[in-house]
C-alpha cells in the first residue's frame, strides 16, 4: 500500500489544484518559448507526476485547458486539443506505470503525444505542413520529456511507499 492510497479525497483535490497552479505558473514564465511552431513547453514535464500520482490525469489536461485560455492564441480549438493532449499523454503515462515499464518510458508520451497531437490542428492554424510541425514539436518536447523523467526519479527518492525499508527504497531507486 502505497502513501497515496492514504490521501483524502481533500488531500487529493488539493494537490492537484497546486499542480494546476504549477502548471499555469511555469508555462506564464516561459510562455515566450511555449507556444507557436518551435514549442519547448516545460510546464509539460508535470505530466510525469500522473506516474506517481494517477488521480493527476484530469486535473493536467484542465491545467492545459486553462493555460491555452489564459496564453494562447488559437481560441476553443487550442484549448480543447491542448486538454485532450494533456488526458491522452498523463494517461499513457498511468499505463506505463501499470505494464511496470521502466519510468525513462514517461519520456515517449511526452514528446509523442503533444508533438503528433498538436500539429493536427496547429498545422492548420500556421499553415506548416503537418510532418514539419509534428518534426518541430516533437524536438521541442524532448526537454521537457528529460525533465519529466528527473522528476519522476527525484520524487520516489522521497515518496516511498507505506511500509517500505531505506534499503529497499535504495535499491528500487538504483533500477
Known amino acids: 500500500m502505497e502513501n497515496i492510497e492514504k490521501m483524502s479525497r481533500v488531500q487529493k483535490l488539493t494537490f492537484s489544484a497546486m499542480v494546476m497552479a504549477l502548471y499555469i505558473v511555469i508555462l506564464y514564465f516561459t510562455q515566450s518559448f511555449s507556444f507557436g511552431a518551435y ?30 485560455m489564459l496564453f494562447g492564441g488559437f481560441g476553443i480549438v487550442d ?6 493532449v494533456g488526458i491522452v499523454a498523463a494517461s499513457c503515462i498511468v499505463l506505463i506505470r501499470r505494464r511496470k515499464w521502466n519510468r525513462i518510458f514517461i519520456a515517449v508520451p511526452i514528446v509523442l503525444v503533444p508533438g503528433l497531437g498538436v500539429a493536427t490542428y496547429l498545422s492548420y492554424f500556421l ?46 531507486a538504483d533500477s
Open 79 to 84: 484549448m480543447l486539443g491542448g486538454c485532450i
Open 127 to 172: 499553415a506548416i505542413p503537418y510532418p514539419l510541425m509534428a518534426m518541430n514539436l516533437c524536438i521541442g518536447q524532448i526537454v521537457p520529456a528529460i525533465v519529466g523523467v528527473a522528476l519522476v526519479k527525484a520524487l520516489e527518492r522521497v515518496w516511498r511507499p507505506a511500509g517500505s525499508s531505506r534499503a529497499a527504497d535504495r535499491r528500487r
Open 39 to 68: 514549442q519547448i513547453r516545460i510546464a509539460t514535464s508535470l505530466y510525469a507526476l500522473s506516474y506517481l500520482f494517477p488521480f493527476l490525469v484530469l486535473p493536467l489536461g484542465l491545467a492545459n485547458f486553462i493555460s491555452n
